[in-house]
Each structure stands twice: as C-alpha cells, then as structure tokens.
C-alpha cells in the first residue's frame, strides 16, 4: 500500500513563500507520476501541477506558472511544490496524488493515491 503524508502548509502574507513536500512510502516511487492538486472551500478540486516519473517532463495550470514550481527526490521518495508570489486565491487545502504510470496527468481520477492534504492560507 502506497501512502502519501503532505507537510509544509500554513498561513503566509500574499507575496510570500511556502513550500509543500509530500514524503512517498513504496519502493517504485520513480515509476509513479506525482501531482499536487487544490481544493477551495465551496469549490471543486482543481489540478495544480504535475511531474513525470523522472521528473523530466512538469505542467502547471495557467494561473500558477511562474509562480510555483514543482520537484521531485526519486532517491528521497518525495515530491514538493515550491509557491512564491502567493496571492489570497491560493487558498485552499493542497493535496498530494500519485499515479501508477509513468506519464503525467492533469485529470485527479488517474491517480491512484492521495494524501490526507495540507492547508495553505493566504492573507491580503
């Protein structure tokens, strides 16, 4: 059984910084593709970022390029999501996923395990 724990969330300014890591148990986490999602209050989950199993090939959604930034330790087992320039509609709960293939996926139902997720508030 694959389990996936996020840490690193919390309450920032708007402008600033966090970084989410998601530490990965299993001993084929270079074969899984990782995703990091969102989800507001009221609102559906959303795709946030994506990595490919060896980190070669990553896609974001339109309105965190530039500003996030997503990474992976196949050595570690983990995967991160580093967030600057955080504005207060990045407020949600982040959640981590990984998927058993090797391609990445921006759709949450290829994906085959997910964290428990972590809280990410942005004040104005």
């Known amino acids: 059984q694959v389990q996936l724990v996020e840490s690193g969330g919390g309450l920032v300014q708007a402008g600033g910084s966090l970084r989410l890591s998601c530490a990965v148990s299993g001993r084929t986490f270079s074969s899984y593709a990782m995703g990091w999602f969102r989800q507001a209050p009221g609102k559906e989950r959303e795709f946030v970022a994506t990595i490919s199993g060896s980190g070669g090939a990553t896609y974001y959604t339109n309105s965190v390029k530039g500003r996030f930034t997503i990474s992976r330790d196949n050595a570690k087992n983990t995967v991160a999501l580093q967030m600057n320039s955080l504005k207060p509609e990045d407020t949600a709960v982040y959640f981590c996923?990984?998927?058993?293939?090797?391609?990445?996926?921006?759709?949450?139902?290829?994906?085959?395990?997910w964290g428990l997720g972590t809280q990410v508030t942005v004040s104005s």
């Open positions: 996923a990984a998927r058993r293939f090797y391609s990445s996926s921006y759709y949450g139902s290829d994906y085959d395990y």
